[in-house]
């Protein structure tokens, strides 16, 4: 059976539906596989949207690994971030031996990833951007796609690299900012400035609410699209790159067709 490892912080409500996804397209056999493990950053208590993620999975009785990164962190305030981040992913490998996967995915996972970890895994990441586009969480992506004004977005499953969201692409799909029903948001949204949006609407402007959903809509078939992917031998990862089941090496599937 393929071995799915699951790696989150769990930071809100958009990581348990993700996990939930999985789930239910593994106990539905959609997806043949099964969770080999879920790695949470947080332990119980730290914050109550993973604390709800935690008691998800334990509802779904899936093998359980909670390590805290701040927890650790303050532990070992003398040194750098770098250096902090490289000692827990040490621990956290050592935690998951008992585990193997055969493949990883980060969903929700706030933590950079370090050379270690990448050459002990393999490892994907959901990233609400197009191949290419802003970097960074996803509410800083949106802010950066209402600044430049962007026509376009997307989301994209993609190798983790120690180099921030600029792993190969393995799937993608891109979704228009300029339709009908986005027109009349980006009119109000050019009426002021992005300092003025920002400190009187905040995330809850209407056009910043329409992106995410518009993203949060095509991430959850992406990522099941993409693990099919690899459960099935569609594509692969060899010396950290993606290829194809033809063994030609790709720069990621556009599957904006497929999701809609």
């Not at 902090?84 to 956290?92: A, F, G, H, I, P």
């Not at 027109?183 to 609410?209: K, V």
Request: aromatic content about 10%; hydrophobic content about 40%.
């Amino acid at each position: 059976m393929y071995k799915i490892g699951w790696f989150s912080t769990a930071n809100g409500k958009t990581s348990q539906l993700l996990l939930s996804t999985v789930m239910d397209n593994i106990q539905t056999d959609q997806l043949k596989a099964e969770i080999a493990f879920v790695f949470v950053s947080r332990e119980q208590g730290e914050n109550l949207e993973t604390d709800n993620f935690i008691n998800m999975v334990e509802g779904y009785n899936l093998p359980l690994v909670t390590f805290s990164f701040d927890k650790f962190r303050a532990l070992h305030s003398d040194l750098k971030r770098s250096q902090v981040r490289e000692l827990y992913d040490t621990k956290v490998i050592e935690m998951l031996k008992a585990y193997p996967c055969d493949l990883a995915v980060l969903a929700g996972y706030m933590l950079i990833i370090s050379s270690q970890m990448c050459e002990t895994y393999d490892m994907i990441n959901l990233h609400p951007a197009l191949p290419g586009g802003p970097k960074g969480t996803w509410r800083e992506v949106i802010w950066q796609l209402i600044e430049q004004k962007a026509v376009e977005s997307g989301a994209m499953m993609h190798l983790v690299t120690p180099e921030l969201d600029c792993g190969p692409v393995a799937t993608y799909c891109r979704y228009n900012l300029r339709s009908a029903d986005f027109d009349e948001l980006w009119q109000q949204a050019e009426r002021q400035s992005m300092q003025e949006i920002r400190e009187t609407q905040g995330e809850y402007s209407l056009l910043f609410q329409k992106i995410r959903n518009e993203g949060i809509r095509r991430e959850f078939p992406l990522i099941v699209y993409s693990l099919r992917s690899f459960i099935e031998g569609h594509v692969y990862i060899k010396d950290h790159a993606i290829y194809d089941k033809d063994h030609k090496l790709i720069d990621g599937y556009d599957i904006s067709t497929v999701i809609k």
